[in-house]
């Protein structure tokens, strides 16, 4: 079992900079328009050649009211009609995507995300499941892992039901933060008690995992009101807890130039709450497994932490980093094999595309022999916190000292500060080290720059 985390104030002061999630490498950033619906098609033949399993992404964008921080793909309105044209849309894609793929290729795990899954009716939610099992070999005894995102002001105990009817078995409950006057400034009102009771909900309804998201560095946060939201949260008793850093960039998404940055609180508050929330998330026995994400011992992900088997995709940490991903919908993005693909993020102009019957592919990346050595390097280093060079080099044929040789005095010099444990064979990070990761990742990263590290969160 990995040792808890140590909180080192020296390390995050050195190393705390602003650099990718990696979700996947290289990131979307690095993504380009000469890749084009021709390379997601011949993608999907090498899949269904090779009998790969899949995971679904599936995206609705329409969301009710705006939250203030929100960096996500989403078209804001009250009118709840807009949804008809883009599950037609969907079908369509659904339709051109689902013919090159295989009956055998199961789809092991599915996630509806947003926007607001659950601003679809439950009729539509009915219509989006019927037009999924059509076209892909989703499973129905319950052994996949399909999950919903959670607006509790948008869902109640039959909307519970009814995903639970349609297969769902894992939900992520979006809470950010329970202070009424930080709700305010965020423009998200939302109480405990209606997220208890969708918790309450999942739980009798016999949900799977019940995943709960709070957000540190909002407006008006304080660490002593930020504590009681975690400490409310955790006697909510979630399977997974993520505790994301707020990213204000004003500058890249519009709805958070109405926050005002005279109310967010000071990097020392910040770092504060952190400090304080992984201390009460260890107290009440949850483990850190990485990148924001804790889980109780048990969870699948930190089960898949001991055995090696973790892994990470444009879903988060997963079990199912061996399936071909498939986006649908908006801003969706692909991962099969080495093809990186994303949709357009203009949602006219990708319902227009497939009205037209035509897949709506904006940009995309075709991995290289460098990036694929790159990306297993992040992929064990974020998800396992060690590296055996080893493995590296019986996979891809390389010698890794020579390989990655003009890194090697700031691994040293990352091994001096104390942050990991470098030898000629392997690279260890250590307890307190484990929250700069990022950093740590960010070395390997091919294409990197100070112009690029912009576009990103800072990594506490």
Same mark, same amino acid.
């Given at each position: 079992m990995l040792d808890a985390i140590h909180w080192d104030s020296e390390l995050i002061r050195r190393y705390d900079q602003a650099g990718p999630r990696y979700t996947s490498y290289p990131t979307a950033l690095q993504f380009h328009p000469g890749i084009g619906a021709f390379d997601l098609l011949h993608a999907l033949r090498d899949s269904r050649k090779a009998q790969r399993p899949l995971s679904l992404y599936v995206h609705v964008p329409f969301c009710a009211n705006i939250c203030y921080y929100c960096?996500?793909?989403? +078209?804001?309105?009250?009118?709840? $009609?807009?949804?008809?044209?883009?599950?037609?849309?969907?079908?369509?894609?659904?339709?051109? +995507? $689902?013919?090159?793929?295989?009956?055998?290729?199961? +789809?092991?795990?599915?996630?509806l995300g947003g926007g607001t899954p659950t601003f679809l009716s439950h009729d539509e939610l009915r219509l989006l499941m019927n037009q999924l099992h059509q076209h892909f070999t989703l499973l129905d005894?319950?052994?996949?892992?399909? $999950?919903?995102?959670?607006?509790?002001?948008?869902?109640?105990?039959?909307?519970?039901?009814?995903?639970?009817?349609? $297969?769902?078995?894992? +939900?992520?409950?979006?809470?950010?933060?329970?202070?009424p006057a930080v709700q305010r400034a965020i423009n998200r009102l939302q109480s405990l008690e209606e997220t208890r009771a969708i918790v309450e909900a999942a739980r009798t309804l016999q949900f799977r995992s019940v995943s709960i998201d709070l957000i540190y560095g909002l407006p008006l946060q304080t660490p002593e009101h930020f504590a009681r939201t975690v400490e409310a949260v955790i006697d909510l008793q979630p399977d997974r807890l993520s505790l994301f850093n707020y990213a204000h960039l004003p500058e890249r998404f519009m709805p958070q130039r109405r926050i005002d940055c005279g109310e967010l609180p000071s990097a020392g508050k910040k770092l504060a709450m952190l400090h304080n929330s992984i201390e009460q998330l260890n107290a009440a026995g949850y483990r850190y497994i990485g990148m924001d994400h804790f889980a109780l011992p048990d969870d699948e992900l930190a089960s898949a932490q001991e055995d090696g088997s973790l892994q990470r995709n444009f879903q988060g940490y997963t079990t199912h980093g061996h399936c071909d991903v498939i986006g649908l919908g908006v801003s969706a993005i692909s991962q099969i094999g080495d093809l990186f693909c994303q949709n357009n993020s203009d949602l006219g102009a990708y319902q227009q595309n497939l009205s037209s019957g035509q897949l709506s592919i904006q940009r995309g990346l075709q991995c290289t022999a460098d990036d694929r050595v790159r990306r297993a390097v992040i992929q064990q280093l974020i998800c396992h916190f060690q590296l055996d060079f080893a493995m590296i080099e019986q996979a891809f044929g390389i010698d890794f000292r020579d390989c990655f040789a003009d890194i090697w005095p700031q691994l040293q010099q990352m091994a001096k500060d104390g942050l990991l444990v470098l030898s000629d064979r392997s690279i260890d990070v250590r307890p307190s080290g484990r929250l700069l990761v990022r950093s740590l990742c960010m070395l390997f990263d091919h294409y990197l720059n100070q112009h690029s590290r912009q576009r990103f969160s800072r990594v506490i």
């Open positions: 960096a996500c793909n989403k +078209v804001i309105t009250k009118d709840r $009609g807009r949804a008809h044209a883009y599950l037609q849309a969907l079908a369509q894609e659904m339709t051109l +995507v $689902g013919r090159h793929l295989d009956e055998r290729q199961r +789809v092991e795990q599915l996630h005894d319950d052994s996949g892992d399909y $999950g919903i995102e959670i607006d509790p002001r948008e869902a109640d105990w039959p909307t519970m039901g009814l995903l639970r009817e349609l $297969g769902f078995n894992r +939900v992520s409950i979006g809470v950010q933060d329970l202070d």
